[in-house]
C-alpha cells in the first residue's frame, strides 16, 4: 500500500510539475495607454423586492510600480471613468516621475460612489527609452468589523506608446 502511494505521488510530481517558472519575457516599452478596473461597488447576495441585489461599497487604491532597476518612467495621466463611460475626473494634476522600482498609488474613497460598478481608470505613461513596463493594478478593499474582502484588477495595455 505504502510503495503504491509513494509511486502514485512520484507519477504526479512527474506528470505534474508545479514548480516555479518564468513567464514569457516581456518586452520592453517606451510608453502604454492602460485599462485598469477600479470596482467601487460590488453586488452580493440575493434579489431583493424589486430584483436588485445588495451592494458591498469598495475604496480602490491604484498602485503605479515602476519594474525598470535603471530608468525612470513618468505617469503622464490617470482618468477615472464611470460606468456610462463619463470622464469623472483627472487624478493627475500633473506628470508624476516614478524612479528606478519607485511607486505611488491614488486612492479612490469607499463613499465615492460616482464611478458605479464599472468604474476604471486609463492610466498613461512613458519613458526616454525602452523600459520594463510598470505593474499598475487596483487593490479594491472593504473592511469592517470581522468582515472583509481584498482583491486586485490587473492593468491592460490598450495603446502602446501615447
Known amino acids: 500500500m505504502r510503495s503504491a502511494l509513494k509511486a502514485a505521488l512520484l507519477a504526479a510530481a512527474i506528470l505534474c510539475p508545479q514548480g516555479a517558472s518564468a513567464e514569457q519575457p516581456m518586452a520592453l516599452s ?23 441585489p445588495s451592494e458591498l461599497l469598495l475604496s480602490s487604491m491604484l498602485s503605479l510600480r515602476n519594474t525598470d532597476l535603471a ?20 487624478y493627475l494634476p500633473k506628470p508624476l516621475v516614478l524612479g528606478p522600482m519607485g511607486s505611488s498609488e491614488l486612492f479612490v474613497e469607499h463613499k465615492d460612489k460616482s464611478g458605479g460598478s464599472g468604474a476604471n ?22 473592511f469592517f468589523g470581522t468582515q472583509s474582502v481584498a482583491f486586485t484588477s490587473p492593468g491592460r495595455p490598450i495603446s502602446p506608446n501615447p
Open 71 to 90: 530608468h525612470s518612467i513618468t505617469v503622464t495621466s490617470a482618468r477615472y471613468y464611470d460606468t456610462d463611460g463619463k470622464l469623472l475626473r483627472e
Open 30 to 52: 517606451k510608453g502604454q495607454v492602460l485599462y485598469v478596473p477600479v470596482y467601487s461597488h460590488i453586488s452580493h447576495g440575493n434579489l431583493d423586492g424589486r430584483g436588485k
Open 121 to 142: 481608470f486609463v492610466v498613461e505613461w512613458k519613458a526616454e527609452r525602452a523600459v520594463n513596463p510598470p505593474v499598475i493594478e487596483t487593490v479594491n478593499a472593504y
